[in-house]
């Protein structure tokens, strides 16, 4: 069976039933939806929630059951590409090098082809949510929308949004320096309306696939089959038949046209940052088709939560490993926390650097994507995926005066309110690396860490000096 959304969550629940919880209760997807998974994220809790009757902005018992939280766990997306959290970047580059060429099907065959809606569209049967005060509206946002570019015929895949604005179309979210605003773009500049698809569903590994960073113009879905580990399915699509094509075994597609040079007021909305975008003006999108699987899921992603940061942050890590170990080789790994958002702040891990390595990493990182902000630096005894390891690093190993990095008047997203009108910013890295040995068989002259035995560490039995009920009731804290 190819792999979607529905086997992944079967297969994941069979696994992991204690990281699945079913909603049978009706809930709103007007501010509850959100609201609750804000709440689970504050315990640290991050499993995949699935609301089987949601109910609509509008009122109305939506057919479609929502399904969020899907990628906000990192453990649960690095176990869909086949891989440990520690090792994501690393790994990343690997299957994504190791692609693997899609299978088309015919429209019978493919699952999302299920129901062929033409003539009886509503985008309000969707439960498609408000997640927070003071938006414009409801938002698509688990959605990946799809272009081709004219002049190749070179598809592009990203994960953007849109926001309905009646029963049969959107004001579309579609970032200026994208390469799907370059493929729209290219087709009003021939006076012509450009084709475009949005698909709803799939599994993690094609979701975390879709926002790998490539060249423009080159199609993602090879490198979303190499996620997956075995080709992507396709299928043309009902409007623009093979011109544009979509996965077969999404839960979703909505197909249409964006007429060219039609601009809308979009509404100010929420994203990465935990800030709201100001209102500026948006695409359109006149739908044609909607396409979707008997009993289809509908993805919701929560704006600013885990789940919009971590699934997108591989395809980030990735590519500043990438960058950095060719500056680097010393580099051993990278982490973006969840507390920097999984896109403002970069750990990078290093053993025995040679001089000037750990800065070199630092302007690299900084330059690699226009969202990260902040880059540390530390050495391999320094767990990267401990916090608490790496401000313990910063605190007792950085000297202000020369391991302090400042860059000033960079390009920054416009996304984080910091970054002034012109697109530029300050961007910061410290190197948090103990100094250079004099000689290399000489140990670095610095005091010797305070360490526990690992192995000790691993050999004590909690649960049986400290009974299970009383570790339960333990306040935690950060």
């Given at each position: 069976?190819?792999?979607?959304?529905?086997?992944?969550?079967?297969?994941?629940?069979?696994?992991?039933?204690?990281?699945?919880?079913?909603?049978?209760?009706?809930?709103?997807?007007?501010?509850?939806?959100?609201?609750?998974?804000?709440?689970?994220?504050?315990?640290?809790?991050?499993?995949?929630?699935?609301?089987?009757?949601?109910?609509?902005?509008?009122?109305?018992?939506?057919?479609?059951?929502?399904?969020?939280?899907?990628?906000?766990?990192?453990?649960?997306?690095?176990?869909?590409?086949?891989?440990?959290?520690?090792?994501?970047?690393?790994?990343?580059?690997?299957?994504?090098?190791?692609?693997?060429?899609?299978?088309?099907?015919?429209?019978?065959?493919?699952?999302?082809?299920?129901?062929?809606?033409?003539?009886?569209?509503?985008?309000?049967?969707?439960?498609?949510?408000?997640?927070?005060?003071?938006?414009?509206?409801?938002?698509?946002?688990?959605?990946?929308?799809?272009?081709?570019?004219?002049?190749?015929?070179?598809?592009?895949?990203?994960?953007?949004?849109?926001?309905?604005?009646?029963?049969?179309?959107?004001?579309?979210?579609?970032?200026?320096?994208?390469?799907?605003?370059?493929?729209?773009?290219?087709?009003?500049?021939?006076?012509?309306?450009?084709?475009?698809?949005?698909?709803?569903?799939?599994?993690?590994?094609?979701?975390?696939?879709?926002?790998?960073?490539?060249?423009?113009?080159?199609?993602?879905?090879?490198?979303?089959?190499?996620?997956?580990?075995?080709?992507?399915?396709?299928?043309?699509?009902?409007?623009?038949?093979?011109?544009?094509?979509?996965?077969?075994?999404?839960?979703?597609?909505?197909?249409?046209?964006?007429?060219?040079?039609?601009?809308?007021?979009?509404?100010?909305?929420?994203?990465?940052?935990?800030?709201?975008?100001?209102?500026?003006?948006?695409?359109?999108?006149?739908?044609?088709?909607?396409?979707?699987?008997?009993?289809?899921?509908?993805?919701?992603?929560?704006?600013?939560?885990?789940?919009?940061?971590?699934?997108?942050?591989?395809a980030i890590a990735a590519a500043v490993y990438s960058a950095c170990k060719k500056v680097a080789p010393e580099l051993t790994n990278v982490h973006l926390p969840l507390s920097g958002m999984c896109r403002a702040t970069v750990y990078a891990q290093v053993k025995n650097p040679k001089p000037g390595r750990?800065?070199?990493?630092?302007?690299?990182?900084?330059?690699?994507?226009?969202?990260?902000?902040?880059?540390?630096?530390?050495?391999?005894?320094?767990?990267?995926?401990?916090?608490?390891?790496?401000?313990?690093?910063?605190?007792?190993?950085?000297?202000?005066?020369?391991?302090?990095?400042?860059?000033?008047?960079?390009?920054?997203?416009?996304?984080?309110?910091?970054?002034?009108?012109?697109?530029?910013?300050?961007?910061?890295?410290?190197?948090?690396?103990?100094?250079?040995?004099?000689?290399?068989?000489?140990?670095?002259?610095?005091?010797?860490?305070?360490?526990?035995?690992?192995?000790?560490?691993?050999?004590?039995?909690?649960?049986?000096?400290?009974?299970?009920?009383?570790?339960?009731?333990?306040?935690?804290?950060?």
């Amino acid at each position: 069976m190819a792999k979607g959304l529905k086997s992944f969550l079967d297969d994941w629940d069979e696994t992991h039933p204690e990281d699945v919880v079913v909603i049978d209760e009706p809930v709103s997807v007007k501010y509850d939806v959100a609201a609750l998974q804000h709440k689970l994220e504050s315990q640290g809790l991050f499993p995949v929630i699935v609301y089987k009757h949601p109910i609509t902005v509008e009122g109305k018992n939506s057919p479609f059951p929502l399904v969020c939280n899907l990628l906000a766990s990192r453990r649960r997306c690095a176990e869909s590409i086949g891989t440990r959290p520690e090792r994501v970047a690393m790994d990343y580059v690997k299957t994504i090098s190791a692609r693997m060429k899609p299978a088309l099907l015919a429209n019978g065959d493919a699952p999302v082809k299920e129901v062929i809606e033409r003539s009886r569209i509503d985008l309000n049967d969707l439960p498609v949510p408000i997640h927070h005060e003071n938006t414009s509206g409801k938002e698509i946002t688990g959605s990946y929308i799809t272009t081709v570019d004219p002049e190749t015929g070179i598809d592009n895949t990203a994960c953007q949004r849109g926001e309905p604005i009646s029963d049969k179309s959107m004001s579309m979210f579609i970032g200026g320096g994208s390469h799907n605003a370059r493929n729209i773009a290219s087709w009003w500049a021939q006076g012509k309306d450009a084709p475009v698809a949005m698909w709803i569903g799939h599994h993690p590994a094609a979701c975390i696939g879709g926002q790998v960073k490539l060249s423009h113009p080159e199609s993602h879905w090879e490198a979303m089959g190499g996620l997956l580990r075995e080709p992507l399915r396709l299928v043309p699509t009902e409007t623009w038949g093979d011109l544009l094509k979509v996965p077969a075994d999404a839960e979703i597609v909505i197909e249409g046209v964006m007429p060219k040079n039609k601009l809308i007021a979009g509404g100010q909305f929420g994203d990465w940052a935990r800030y709201l975008i100001p209102s500026h003006p948006r695409g359109t999108m006149e739908v044609t088709c909607i396409t979707h699987r008997r009993g289809a899921y509908f993805h919701d992603i929560v704006t600013g939560c885990a789940d919009h940061q971590v699934g997108g942050s591989f395809a980030i890590a990735a590519a500043v490993y990438s960058a950095c170990k060719k500056v680097a080789p010393e580099l051993t790994n990278v982490h973006l926390p969840l507390s920097g958002m999984c896109r403002a702040t970069v750990y990078a891990q290093v053993k025995n650097p040679k001089p000037g390595r750990a800065k070199a990493i630092i302007h690299t990182a900084l330059m690699t994507d226009q969202r990260i902000k902040t880059v540390f630096v530390v050495d391999d005894d320094v767990d990267i995926f401990d916090e608490r390891e790496v401000l313990w690093a910063f605190a007792t190993r950085a000297h202000f005066d020369k391991d302090l990095i400042l860059l000033d008047g960079v390009p920054s997203t416009t996304m984080n309110p910091i970054t002034r009108s012109d697109g530029v910013g300050t961007k910061m890295g410290v190197d948090c690396t103990l100094p250079p040995s004099p000689d290399p068989d000489i140990p670095s002259h610095y005091q010797m860490p305070m360490r526990v035995p690992r192995e000790a560490v691993q050999q004590i039995d909690l649960g049986t000096l400290v009974p299970g009920d009383k570790i339960k009731r333990m306040v935690r804290e950060s």
